[in-house]
């Protein structure tokens, strides 16, 4: 095997088991720092042995295997760890990993599972803690569930490397600090710090849906790698509705990605776009989570509404199919449990979209005195929208222009510009 194909194999694991091979070695030393550092540890033998003795059957347990290897040795030298010794020798006794470090033999992945659901979930927790700012959850999490490098979080979210790196140090340290336990929380604890790990997820896709700031419109890999990331936790939390409500969302707002860019790059609105162009698997898979939400029972979160507000543009196979008025009735129940003002800007939208301009404009306009809005160019965005369609393009003009003045996307800033430009004077 040549080096490149190696390093091509090793990238590929490292994706796909990072977060696990992480958690395993965080539940034994108790150190999220000393756990990458080890499992970095364990990449860099990948890559200098596998060129010669070949991938091995397990790949991923190779990886855990040469990790916690190298763990027994750092916890030797290490005074202060030592007690968590007799823990990790029994587990490399019993997984008779000798025969992986060797070289490619086959090894039994099933030996490799134990505790694995339990150590992803605590891992999570920890990397979404509310301690952290939400700046260094996403930055951790994309680190250490995503298994993306430093400069990919920067490129992903348009900052420094060092800012990055910087970010994710101060994280490790705050939770050292703060002596953060590596553990799933205790049931009176679970269900709000839950909130912050699904709160993570959805900065994480909403990111690569509307990207705030640059050049493109959208960054698929973030939205495809925060699915990813709901999909696992669905899989350790299997009871949860808004888990499944939270995966639903994402599946079916993913199945829209090809549509929503044209060939410029230029964003393309949802009652313009091209539903055959909409991912029908996606949208199965998210029809699926939110039915399986829905039976769990109990009465519907935040996520599972807004996943069946999605499902609404889902199945309708033309724009003008589209049910605006149970769009406009959840997010009315929507408002009622996350009474912000996004959601009441929202529901102005679909109020006007089912009952027309006027009245969606008589909810929008008191929101302008809304100071956590001050800065938000969506709302501009859809006054400018409601007075263009209430035939007053003047003020429609100064709306987009405004719009167009707060919005840090170029692509967005372009759409909005050429809208001012269209509109014409008043009679």
Not at 411 to 417: A, F, G, I, N, Y
């Amino acid at each position: 095997m040549t080096v490149p194909d190696a390093a091509r194999a090793v990238d590929t694991v490292w994706r796909l088991e990072s977060a696990r091979i992480i958690a395993g070695l965080a539940r034994v030393v108790r150190d999220i720092d000393l756990a990458e550092d080890l499992a970095q540890d364990a990449l860099v033998a990948a890559l200098r042995q596998w060129p010669e003795s070949g991938i091995p059957a397990n790949p991923g347990a190779w990886l855990m295997a040469t990790a916690r290897h190298r763990a027994i040795d750092r916890l030797r030298r290490d005074e202060r760890l030592r007690r968590n010794i007799g823990q990790l020798g029994h587990e490399l006794e019993v997984r008779q990993e000798a025969a992986v470090i060797d070289g490619p033999a086959e090894f039994d992945a099933a030996t490799d599972d134990d505790f694995v659901p339990d150590d992803l979930l605590r891992l999570m927790f920890v990397a979404c803690h509310p301690v952290l700012s939400t700046e260094s959850r996403v930055a951790l999490t994309l680190r250490l569930l995503g298994g993306l490098t430093t400069d990919e979080i920067a490129r992903a979210f348009l900052a420094a490397e060092p800012a990055i790196a910087q970010r994710i140090v101060r994280a490790k340290r705050t939770l050292a600090s703060k002596q953060v336990p590596f553990e799933v929380p205790p049931a009176g604890e679970r269900a709000e710090r839950m909130g912050s790990v699904l709160e993570v997820i959805y900065l994480i896709f909403n990111e690569g849906y509307t990207a705030t700031a640059g050049e493109n419109w959208a960054r698929p890999e973030l939205c495809y790698e925060a699915l990813r990331i709901g999909r696992m936790l669905a899989e350790l939390s299997p009871a949860n509705p808004e888990v499944h409500g939270l995966v639903a969302l994402m599946e079916i707002q993913s199945s829209r990605l090809r549509a929503r860019v044209g060939p410029a790059g230029e964003p393309v609105p949802l009652l313009e776009q091209n539903r055959g162009n909409w991912d029908q698997l996606l949208i199965r898979r998210g029809f699926a989570a939110l039915l399986r939400a829905e039976q769990l029972g109990g009465p519907p979160g935040s996520y599972v509404l807004q996943a069946a507000i999605a499902a609404c543009h889902a199945r309708a196979r033309a724009a003008d199919e589209t049910d605006w008025e149970r769009i406009a009735a959840l997010y009315e129940v929507l408002a009622v449990i996350e009474p912000t003002p996004v959601v009441e800007l929202n529901h102005a939208v679909a109020v006007a979209m089912a009952f027309g301009p006027a009245r969606g404009l008589e909810l929008v306009d008191p929101l302008t005195s809304r100071p956590e809005l001050r800065g938000y160019h969506l709302l501009p965005t859809v006054r400018g929208d409601l007075l263009a369609r209430l035939g007053r393009p003047a003020e429609a003009r100064e709306e987009f222009e405004r719009a167009a003045a707060l919005t840090r996307n170029g692509q967005e800033r372009s759409v909005l510009l050429r809208r001012a430009a269209g509109c014409k004077s008043d009679p």
